[in-house]
């Protein structure tokens, strides 16, 4: 098993002591498609997932979701977080176990998801949660805790929608000062994907690699070339890949991604599981 960049306290201790100037932001990467945004001293968690959940889900069945890199961090020791995001219903982007830990405290935890998604949420998620769903859709942005989140369609497989028109799978922007990033949650291209991101200036790109293999048995994602491409579409100031390392059956090397990066002049920025990057790396360069 990968061992993380960093993990546990020693990650708790960087989290925490990174600068809190507000004129750069930190994010890090906790695996799959979770990270964690720290702009200041306010923070915003998306799509986490820090259990075993599915591994244990699927330990007798033909499609185990065998880990590769271990957990950064107990979600229990994420007791700051009030904001959290998750884009769509799969467990790895919903994760019960995660979110029941980070909320075990008295305080107030707010989950940004599509509004086709508020039904669902409250049945994993059970009575007894503390957490306060939020729903967004294509058509209202919301801000919390100084983030403004706007919600796009992700197409994973398809451009599916609830009986309102609303969408069940979301990439969303994070905006915050000067920055803009998109979480693509899990997408292929779309029709209007490139349109909808072409309306910000889009500073980081966060795109999943892993691909679309039907013998896989799952929804799948850009692959890397694809991910490299859409970043250079919307003329992103750095793409960072996701959505690889984390199970043995459901990954991809990010070596397409890097080789499509620089043959489209594109930065970018392959992270490993628990580790930093901040926006004044990109000035820097």
């Keep these: 098993m990968k061992e993380a960049y960093k993990k546990n306290e020693e990650l708790i201790k960087e989290i925490h002591n990174s600068d809190d100037n ?162 693509s949650g899990d997408t292929l291209w779309h029709p209007q994907l490139t349109s909808e991101l072409l309306k910000f200036t889009i500073d980081v790109a966060i795109v999943p690699i892993n691909g679309n293999k039907p013998e896989r048995r799952v929804a799948g994602n850009l692959n890397g070339f694809e991910a490299a491409a859409l970043s250079r579409a919307i003329n992103a100031k750095i793409a960072i890949p996701h959505h690889f390392d984390m199970f043995e059956f459901n990954t991809a090397s990010p070596e397409e991604f890097i080789l499509a990066c620089g043959g489209l002049n594109q930065k970018f920025k392959v992270l490993r599981n628990g580790q930093r990057w901040s926006f004044s790396e990109l000035e820097l360069d």
């Design 22 to 183: 507000t004129k750069d932001f930190h994010l890090w990467w906790l695996g799959q498609s979770g990270f964690l945004i720290k702009w200041g001293k306010k923070f915003i968690l998306l799509d986490p997932y820090l259990s075993d959940s599915l591994t244990k889900k699927y330990s007798n069945t033909d499609k185990p979701h065998d880990r590769i890199t271990e957990k950064v961090i107990d979600p229990a020791k994420l007791d700051f977080i009030n904001t959290i995001t998750s884009s769509h219903n799969h467990t790895d982007h919903l994760d019960g176990e995660t979110l029941a830990s980070i909320s075990s405290t008295e305080r107030e935890v707010q989950l940004v998801l599509p509004q086709a998604n508020i039904e669902f949420a409250e049945e994993r998620l059970g009575k007894k949660n503390k957490i306060r769903l939020i729903g967004i859709t294509e058509e209202n942005k919301i801000t919390i805790d100084g983030f403004t989140i706007t919600g796009i369609a992700a197409a994973h497989n398809d451009l599916e929608r609830d009986e309102n028109g609303h969408p069940k799978f979301m990439g969303l922007i994070i905006s915050f000062g000067k920055w803009n990033i998109y979480h």
